[in-house]
């Protein structure tokens, strides 16, 4: 069983895109169980879950909860609104940290892989995020604004190794709405290496392509929507990538 959280402090760069597309494939593989950790809820929307009657807040205070399913081999922990004050509430809590850790030791063993949806922030929501990951993948969008936060999110992640939890690693960088038509992306690429985070990066890079914003209007993963879209092409490239990355970490 593998946990991977698709992190990055910033809004708009495709977490939330990459974690369905990601957790679709791996639903191929085996059983598989997507978290949505961001108050926003676009994750769960996606997959057309709109009041469910438990989520992750009931998850993270120890109440009790139930994974929905969203697609064949495919369940989910949905977020809403309710999440937003969880912070305040966990706060005297000890070991707040580790909530979402504790919530999954019981479900854990039903799963081949889990992937978390965080929210754009470092909050406490992300810290436990971390805390029960084996892997955090990151993703980016190419734009020099983009490459400026990088250092603060790796130097967040050392800190919840050092701290909480030593199994955590990077297992990768993936570069998000892609165009090559744009000079930014070499730029984006020039400083990527400049900082040798270019051995973290995916060879993958997600084109920017309608079809993918096109699909979560329709409430469909890019699979379902056009398998033959770059989106759908760019996204079964990267779930390869994935799966052979954690295959030889073993
Ligand atoms: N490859 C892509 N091509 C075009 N639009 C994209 C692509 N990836 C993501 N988007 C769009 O960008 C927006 C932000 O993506 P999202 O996954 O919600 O980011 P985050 O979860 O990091 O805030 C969404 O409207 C999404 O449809
Ligand atoms: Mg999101």
Redesign the pocket.
Known sequence: MKTIAIM?Q?????????CINLAVQAALKGRTLVIDM?EQA?LSRQFGVKEPETTIREALLGEKFSPVNVRENLDLIPSSTDLVGIESRLFNELSRERKLEKALKGLKKDYDFIFI?CP?NTSLVTVNALSCSDYVIL?IKAEIFSIEGIDHMINFIRMVRDNINDKLSILGIVI??WDERLNVGKDVMDKIKEQKWDTALFQTR?????A??AS?LHHQTIFEYDRKSN?AQDYTALGYEVLERINNHK
Do not use: C, E, L
């Open positions: 990055n910033k809004g708009g760069v495709a977490k939330t895109t990459t961001d676009n949806d754009s993703p998000t709405q997600i084109r920017k392509n309608t993918v914003s979560q989106g």
